[in-house]
């Protein structure tokens, strides 16, 4: 059963869609890294801060946690997970779906998640530039650190929108 799952991968991949269905169907507490390294108007929270509230989020007995954060605060939220959900699609579907929330975005569609009170219009060129630095300097490090982890953990690899949707699926129903 899950109770400390790390949930990561690279932006529009419909990693916080997944957490809110985890979330839900195992009843943990949801935890989304950019709600908590953004405040209004995407101020960033002070480095400090961020990592005190990880930190003690990681020594709480369940919780679902989306995103990234500081790379030392995920190799230890690796080390305390019991599931590591890693969405990795080719970096193609991460620059087509982040395009689609921008356009739902600028259509006045409200998104799932994120920070509270932060618009994404305002973040367009930063959002698809950090899509491309994760892709080429952090998607390897992610990519072994999950390697590591694959035979004492329970570890899932989403490779593709089809696996997503698979994995989607097979999860069991509300309770």
Known sequence: MMQKVMLIGNGGGGKTTLAYQLAARYDLPLHEIDALQFQPGWVA???T???QTLEHIHQTERWLIDGFGPWDQIEARAQLADTIIFVD?????????????QIAAAQG????GGPPDCDL????????ETIWWVHENLRPK????VEHYQTSKSVVWIRSPEALADYMAQLPANE
């Open 89 to 101: 699609h080719p970096i193609w579907v991460h620059f087509w779906w982040a395009c689609e929330r």
């Open 121 to 128: 219009r305002d973040v367009t060129k930063r959002m698809f």
């Open 109 to 112: 569609n409200p998104r799932l």
């Open 49 to 51: 801060e961020l990592r």
């Open 45 to 47: 929270t002070p480095a």
């Open 142 to 145: 992610l990519a072994s650190l």
